[in-house]
């Protein structure tokens, strides 16, 4: 390549690296040096404190139970909402009358802002005059306070996320799924294969990169999707319902404490690399790409 | 030439030709104002409104009211624009926010702005009770405007369904349990259709615990915010008390009580008697198809409540000018006109003994007696939980209050764990 051609390409990337380095990674670098640091007090910026912040994390109980609702979070609503998706994307792929409202119907709470169906689900959970309660009273079930048992706060939210991710995955393997080369399914057809082993032979091996996308979007989700919480539970009661985001924002802006923010944005910032590494570093070789 | 360009054109042309000339005539200060809104209804119109007149009065001032959203918001972004170089000059914000204000270097004490006797004098005018939140360090820091205690809503028709007398809310604790056991109706298999009471549990559950505290004789911290009370025994007894209504009478849904739906329950009949801010008022008034009272919440040693919501802040970094201009914003809201016309508008109290004098609020009281109890109930009131590093030290609060609640804890354990962790973050600024 001649250098003109060099500086060509230079320049086409320079406005993407340049709107990446403002807003991702020159952030990324000062809040990991910011977590070194006291938190500013008055305008003065505070002094050197080495690893104190990330031993305070370990000393705080209040982060160790977000870390782990959020484990919780991510182990519950990531599998169910992928295999919801499966589900919906092949039915609705089938040949079938009205699909596309039902396709439609699916992927509604997609379109939907996040604040705006918390508040929704709010009057759906709340006890007395709540939608669920009286659903359930009137099948001759007991209600509960769905929000307001510490048993209960989480799953609740999980519900509701799994609810609005579900059909936001179903459009990628719905798209996958009609990108599918028919010959293979013919072919199968003919060997008299059976609709479980079509699926489990073919089906799902070429849906495979689909999946692993899918799954990447699914974890980072479960760890960055907060928004419903402001609404719902504000991660209460005390904490059950707390995620690492949320009380990152609280230590934030409702503490003013930024240095510990910043130790806490840090360690979410190497559980998201350490997971995309695993991704991308162990999955994808088992992956089939065509 | 100009009726060739299409109105819009014609339009801005215009503005762009009046602004010239404003700008060339005179200097005006511009005055950036961020205010929250914590309950329903429109109070950013009330607000407009209010900026409207100011305006109006003086031509030379010109003031950008922005809404921000709930308290929080509210200060976080006013601090933002403050450390982005093009800050506000003035701002309401959470009363309580005042010893973090001062941490940050970033509020001037009305003590210094106010010069004239006449402006002393106005410093003086408002309730005693709401400047408490406002003092600190022998100054004040901030004026009251919007501001609220905690009251009592009932249902007068479900209290004449239930054999009570609707004139005559529960006065005591041992009150509220007695009316609340026959309020709290059940169906044939046991299930719950109307519950005695509600005091919610989630959003603010250390101010509706303030209440509950002060009524038993004490409080939750000193003046100056450098130390909490949260294991003293009457502190521990109130929320031994507070879950008691749910788990021992079983005469409030147990687990914690949802803020934002409360309201709701209440105009729907599912509560006969719900806790809230007088900040909803109005609300209630125009929704509510049963027949309503509102009364001082129950006594157990005393009569009690905090108080509540936003006060006046003006900014340090900002000019003279601005700084006179603040305050003749500050004074203008808070005269008694106005402060009449902004407490009818909404249910929050008017700041000052002359505001209920004014004809439009005496009348106002007279017809609607509900929108007086607020004031009634000032006189025993306190301040809301504020301290240094308030944010955190009112999470360990409303951590341990919920824990109880939705009986994880004791009462003892969990405010003696909030207290050591409280004296743990307040200790360096003793």
């Known amino acids: 390549m001649s250098p003109n051609r060099h500086l060509h390409a230079w320049l086409l990337l320079l406005p993407a690296m340049a709107m990446l380095a403002a807003f991702t990674h020159i952030p990324a670098i000062s809040t990991l040096l910011h977590s070194f640091f006291e938190s500013p007090i008055a305008g003065k910026t505070g002094s050197f404190v080495g690893l104190d912040n990330f031993e305070f994390a370990l000393e705080d109980d209040i982060f160790w139970q977000v870390l782990w609702n959020n484990f919780w979070y991510a182990v519950v609503t990531v599998p169910t909402s992928i295999v919801l998706a499966l589900v919906m994307a092949i039915w609705v792929n089938s040949q079938m009358s009205g699909r596309a409202i039902v396709r439609l119907a699916y992927f509604t709470p997609t379109v939907l802002p996040m604040i705006a169906v918390a508040n929704i689900w709010l009057f759906f959970y709340t006890p007395e005059i709540g939608l669920i309660n009286n659903l359930l009273e009137k099948l001759g079930f007991e209600g509960q306070n769905w929000l307001g048992d510490p048993d209960l706060a989480l799953p609740s939210l999980m519900v509701m996320t799994i609810w609005k991710e579900a059909g936001f995955f179903m459009i990628f393997y719905l798209a996958a799924l009609q990108s599918l080369d028919q010959s293979l399914y013919e072919a199968a057809a003919v060997e008299n294969s059976s609709r479980w082993q079509t699926f489990r032979r073919i089906t799902w091996p070429l849906l495979m990169p689909t999946t692993l996308f899918i799954l990447i979007n699914a974890l980072i989700n479960a760890f960055k999707l907060v928004d419903h919480l402001f609404i719902l539970t504000k991660g209460g009661p005390n904490n059950a319902s707390n995620l690492l985001l949320y009380y990152i924002y609280e230590n934030a802006f409702s503490f003013f404490d930024t240095a510990y923010a910043a130790t806490l944005t840090t360690i979410l910032l190497i559980i998201l690399a350490l997971l995309a590494w695993v991704q991308f570093g162990v999955l994808d070789k088992k992956v089939h790409y065509r | ?430």
Do not use: C
């Open chain 2, 1 to 430: 030439m100009l009726h060739k360009l299409p109105k819009v054109g014609q339009a801005i042309a215009l503005s762009i030709a009046a602004f010239g000339l404003s700008a060339s005539v005179q200097a005006k200060t511009e005055l950036t104002m961020y205010y929250p809104v914590a309950v329903g209804g429109s109070l950013t119109k009330v607000v407009d409104n209010m900026i409207e007149g100011f305006e109006k009065q003086n031509p030379d001032i010109d003031v950008n009211a922005i809404y921000a959203g709930n308290y929080n918001d509210a200060r976080v972004k006013a601090l933002a624009a403050l450390n982005s170089g093009k800050p506000a000059q003035l701002s309401v914000m959470f009363s309580i926010d005042v010893h973090e204000l001062m941490d940050q270097d970033a509020i001037v004490p009305f003590d210094e702005l106010t010069k004239t006797a006449e402006e002393r004098q106005w410093l003086n005018s408002f309730y005693p009770t709401l400047m408490q939140n406002g003092k600190a360090k022998g100054k004040t820091w901030g004026i009251p405007f919007q501001r609220s205690t905690i009251v009592m809503y009932y249902n007068k028709d479900a209290f004449r369904a239930a054999g009570l007398n609707p004139e005559k809310p529960p006065k005591s604790w041992d009150e509220l349990v007695a009316a609340g056991k026959k309020l709290t109706l059940r169906n044939g298999d046991g299930k719950v259709q109307q519950w005695g009471t509600m005091i919610p549990s989630t959003g603010y559950p250390y101010w509706m615990f303030g209440a509950l505290t002060k009524q038993n004789g004490e409080v939750l911290m000193n003046q100056d915010g450098t130390e909490t009370y949260f294991n003293k025994p009457a502190v521990v007894e109130a929320l031994g008390f507070w879950k008691d209504l749910g788990s021992k009478h079983q005469i409030m849904p147990q687990g914690t009580i949802e803020w934002g739906t409360l309201r709701q329950n209440f105009l729907e009949g599912k509560t006969a008697m719900m806790w809230h801010s007088t900040g909803n008022l109005t609300t209630v008034k125009k929704n509510a198809k049963f027949d309503f009272g509102v009364a001082m919440l129950p006594a157990q040693k005393e009569f009690g409540s905090p108080t509540g919501g936003g006060n006046f802040y003006i900014f340090k970094k900002s000019s003279a000018e601005e700084k006179a201009a603040a305050l003749k914003l500050v004074r203008y809201m808070t005269a008694p006109q106005q402060a009449a016309a902004w407490s009818k508008a909404t249910g929050y109290m008017a700041v000052s003994e002359e505001a209920y004098q004014t004809d439009e609020l005496n009348r106002y009281v007279k017809s609607f007696p509900a929108a007086a109890v607020a004031r009634d109930q000032l006189q025993h009131a306190t301040a809301e939980l504020s301290t240094h590093q308030a944010g955190r030290v009112r999470k360990l609060l409303d951590d341990a209050i919920q824990s109880v609640l939705t009986g994880e804890k004791e009462a003892d354990q969990a405010l003696s764990k909030a207290q050591q962790q409280a004296d743990r973050i307040l200790r360096r600024y003793r």
